[in-house]
Structure formats: structure tokens, C-alpha cells
């Protein structure tokens, strides 16, 4: 337990320091590599990213299927037939994105005909080159990483990408500085993925002795394993029809403008959501072996309310403080006239916050190997949620758009997966859900509510957002200290600050 709340910790500085340096490289190397440098490289990197849906999730299978082993005492012999059955899979993936890479190669020119130079279409091709090999790369490190966290190693990945993070920050101011060319992003990305990768396999076959070997490839496994490498798959091509749907409609229906303010909105959410969802995969060993072990659904459930209260606490505070200071931050990041951004970012947000407190439930429903459930209603809300964005905004204009989304959340991902979980799972869905709340859902209430009081007196938009946060933070914490935590939380929080005060 304590290894893995290491590793979550770690999650968030990781995530942390991914945000700062976003947001300082995104400035950095469009003031030095200038719009039609940097422009390249995003056109093509932009098209790149979509390979990713060929990943298949093959780290969360490995995790998921070395874990059941574990779990069930099973010996080396059966563990090396798993991770030799799932590297093969990533080697054909491997393969696919090789063949579909080469063939945009030989399409890029086509593509590209009235947009780039003969010049610049050669630059794009051999920045593409080097993307498409950091990406596959990429795909071995993550089962690689699978392995290591199905034995329970939750420090290392958060350890390697903080790691990776800041020598490619540092790396790139150097290099850019000196030189302004937009390939060496992609060059840097290439060389450290390489390195990663050398060092991961090396690890896992010197600490865990585990095989990689095509021979010991068991068709079995490889046809119990498909539905749940399928589920991710359709998971992924959900993931980015969301990302990019209602900024697509917008700019057809609306103007860009209003695709630039949406996109304000989409981008706070995608901080809530990465904040919401580190938690969640750092259970999934844990979960898998006591599911193995054949654990009840009751006791089940009650092992879930502690990830869901950490969900609960990390996602509602980011939510209700958003609500209480966050159109003082919109109007000081980006400026006043993008103050609709605020009420659009909190329309999507409030109903994933519900969806995203019992998260944790989809490691169930991979060691349960029932995902492709989860996947198939993600279809049809995104397909729900493109036909009514197309007819709301019609009506309200591009918060129309929100509205559509936060409808098929609360339909598909709220209510049809939680009945899901209820019926057919055994979950006690509505007991998780109270426990998760209680003593954490009121005070972030409470405390949003007095923190906009406070700050309707305050005409000063700075002052304002420091006495709104403060408010909030202040009025939350008194009340889950004094009267939300539990014994369990009350009994972290001590030992928390005994190391401190001792150190």
C-alpha cells in the first residue's frame, strides 16, 4: 500500500511538471521556431498521434493478465506464456503501424500538394520518419511497463516519465536555441524513447527473469485477450472523437472563434481528467489478484471505496474550486471575453465528476474481461452526442455543444454503466457512492459557495481569485478534517505530518 501510494504521489508530480513544461515548450518553441516551422511539425506529429488507436492496450493487458497469474500462484512457465503471447501482439501492432506509416510516407505528397513546398513536404516526410519511430518505440515501452506494474513497481513509470520529461525540456531549450529546425522535436522524442526502451527491457528480463521468446506464444491466451484488446481499441477511437468532435462541428456551425474558446474549455477538462484518472490504473494489480482469488462482491465493493474517495477528493476539488475561482483564472489567462469558457468547461466537467469517482471499476471490467461492454456504449453516446450536438447548437450557440456532452455522460457512462455495474457485476453501486461522498461532497460545496459570496465583493480580478481560492481551500479542508475524513484518512494524514515534523 505504501508503494502505491508512493507511486500515485509520484503520478502527480508527474503530471504536474508535464503541465508546467506544456505550457512553457507550447510558448518556448512557437517564439523561436516561428508559425511556419513549428507548424510543420504539428501538421504532421498532429496525423502521427492517430496511430496511436493501434495500440491496443497491451500494458494494460500484460498488467491484467500477469497479475490473474500471481494472484493465482501460477508458475514461471505460465507467466512467460502470457508476456510471450502479448509481446507478440505488440510486435504485429508494430508491424501495422510500420505498413500504415509507409504508406502515408508515399501519400504525403498527394496530401500535402497545396498546403507545402517541395521544400517543405522532404522536411515534413523526414520529421515524420522520426515521429513514427519514437511512436513505436513508445508501444513496446508501454507493455514493457505493464510488466512492472502487474509486480506491484508503482514508482517506475511515474519515475521514467518524470525523468524523460525533464531532460526532453531541457534538451529542447539547448538544442533550439541553437538550432531552429522543428525536426529536432522529433528527433529528441526518437533518441530518449530509444533509451527508455534499452533500459525497460533490460530491467524487466535482468529483476523479473521474464521470457519474451515467439516460442512460448499461446494461441489460447491470445484468443482470451482480444476482446479486451478491442474494447481499448474502440475505447481510443471514442476518446478522440470526443476530444475532437465538438470543435469540428463549431467550426463548420459557428465561426473559429468559437472552436478557440471551446478549446479553452476542452483544455481545463483535460486537466481535471488527467487529475481524476492517475489514480486508477495503480489499483489494477491489486484488484486483478484479489478478483483471482475469488474475492466477494461485497467485500469487493467496500475495497473500492478508498480509491473512490481519493477520486472523490482530487476530482471535487479541482471541479468545485473551478466553480468558485475559475472564470477569475479564465479572465486572467486568456481575458474576460472568454468568460464563457467557464461555464462550458463546468457543464462537461460536473457530470465526468460522477462518472470518474467510481473510475476505478474499470480494472474490473478488465480482469473480468468485459470491457467491450464499457466500449460499445461509448459508441453509441458519442454517436448520440454528435447528432445532438449538430441540433443544440442551433439552439444555444456552441454551449449547446456542452450540453450535448454532459447529456450522453450522465446517460451512457452515469446511469447505463452504473446499472450495468449494479446487475450484472454485484457492485453495490449506490453504498460506493455514498461512502466515496460523504464528508467530502458537502464541504466542496459549501466551500465553492462561500468562495463566490466572497468574491462578488471584490471588483479586483486578481485579488478576487486569490481570496476565492483561499476561501474554498480553507472552508473544504476545516470541514474534512474536523468533521469528513475517516479513521483510515485521519490515521495518513498523522503519519503524514510526523514525517514531516521528524524530518
Do not use: H
Not at 513509470?157 to 525533464?166: E, G, H
Not at 529528441?188 to 530509444?194: A, C, G, P, T, W
Not at 476505478?360 to 448520440?384: E, F, G, Q
Not at 462561500?450 to 481569485?465: K, L, P, Q
Request: hydrophobic share 50%; aromatic share 12%; with cysteine.
Amino acid at each position: 500500500m505504501k508503494n502505491r501510494n508512493k507511486g500515485i504521489a509520484l503520478s502527480y508530480v508527474n503530471t504536474i511538471i508535464n503541465l508546467i513544461c506544456g505550457l512553457f515548450l507550447s510558448s518556448f518553441l512557437l517564439r523561436s521556431l516561428g508559425d511556419t516551422e513549428y507548424g510543420i511539425y504539428q501538421t504532421i506529429s498532429s496525423f502521427a498521434n492517430y496511430l496511436v488507436l493501434l495500440e491496443f492496450g497491451t500494458g494494460t493487458v500484460m498488467t491484467r493478465n500477469i497479475s490473474i497469474c500471481l494472484g493465482k500462484k501460477q508458475g514461471k512457465d505460465e507467466i512467460d506464456k502470457n508476456t510471450s503471447t502479448i509481446w507478440t501482439i505488440t510486435n504485429i501492432l508494430a508491424l501495422v503501424i510500420i505498413c500504415v506509416s509507409v504508406l502515408f510516407y508515399c501519400l504525403m505528397g498527394n496530401i500535402y500538394s497545396q498546403t507545402l513546398s517541395v521544400d517543405q513536404l522532404n522536411y515534413a516526410r523526414s520529421i515524420f520518419v522520426f515521429i513514427t519511430v519514437y511512436l513505436v518505440v513508445s508501444f513496446y515501452i508501454q507493455t514493457l511497463n505493464g510488466i512492472v506494474l502487474a509486480f506491484e513497481q508503482y514508482s517506475y513509470a511515474p519515475i521514467q516519465n518524470i525523468a524523460r520529461t525533464v531532460i526532453r525540456t531541457a534538451a529542447l531549450i539547448v538544442l533550439i536555441t541553437c538550432y531552429k529546425y522543428s525536426v529536432l522535436i522529433a528527433v529528441i522524442d526518437m533518441f530518449l524513447s530509444i533509451l527508455i526502451l534499452a533500459f525497460s527491457l533490460f530491467y524487466c528480463i535482468k529483476k523479473y527473469r521474464i521470457s519474451l521468446s515467439f516460442k512460448k506464444f499461446d494461441f489460447i491466451i491470445l484468443k482470451s485477450v482480444m476482446p479486451l484488446c478491442i474494447a481499448i481499441c474502440l475505447q481510443a477511437i471514442v476518446n478522440q472523437a470526443n476530444n475532437n468532435v465538438d470543435k469540428f462541428v463549431i467550426g463548420i456551425m459557428v465561426s473559429p472563434e468559437a472552436v478557440t474558446l471551446y478549446s479553452i474549455s476542452l483544455y481545463i477538462f483535460s486537466i481535471f481528467s488527467s487529475l481524476t484518472t492517475t489514480p486508477i490504473s495503480m489499483y489494477a494489480p491489486q484488484l486483478a489478484k484479489d478478483i483471482s482469488k475469488g474475492i466477494s462482491r461485497d467485500d469487493l465493493t467496500k475495497k473500492l471505496i478508498a480509491p473512490c474517495r481519493m477520486i472523490a477528493i482530487i476530482g471535487g476539488t479541482v471541479l468545485f474550486g473551478f466553480i468558485a475561482a475559475g472564470k477569475q483564472f479564465i479572465a486572467i489567462m486568456y481575458g474576460s471575453e472568454y468568460n464563457l469558457a467557464w461555464i462550458i468547461a463546468i457543464i462537461i466537467m460536473a457530470p465526468m465528476f460522477i462518472n470518474m469517482t467510481n473510475g476505478v471499476l474499470v480494472n474490473v471490467l478488465d480482469v473480468l474481461n468485459k470491457r467491450i461492454v464499457r466500449s460499445v456504449i461509448l459508441i453509441i453516446t458519442t454517436t448520440a452526442n454528435i447528432i445532438l450536438t449538430v441540433f443544440f447548437i442551433g439552439i444555444w450557440g456552441i454551449v449547446g455543444a456542452a450540453a450535448a456532452t454532459a447529456i450522453c455522460t450522465v446517460i451512457g457512462q452515469v446511469i447505463i454503466m452504473n446499472i450495468y455495474y449494479s446487475r450484472k457485476i454485484k457492485i453495490k453501486v449506490m453504498y460506493m457512492f455514498f461512502y466515496a461522498y460523504k464528508g467530502i461532497l458537502p464541504f466542496q460545496f459549501l466551500g465553492a459557495v462561500c468562495s463566490i459570496i466572497a468574491g462578488s465583493f471584490i471588483s479586483n480580478i486578481y485579488i478576487s481569485f486569490v481570496v476565492c481560492g483561499l476561501v474554498y481551500v480553507l472552508v473544504f479542508l476545516a470541514g474534512y478534517l474536523f468533521f469528513g475524513a475517516n479513521e483510515s484518512e485521519k490515521l495518513k494524514l498523522k503519519s503524514i505530518l510526523y514525517r514531516g515534523k521528524k524530518k
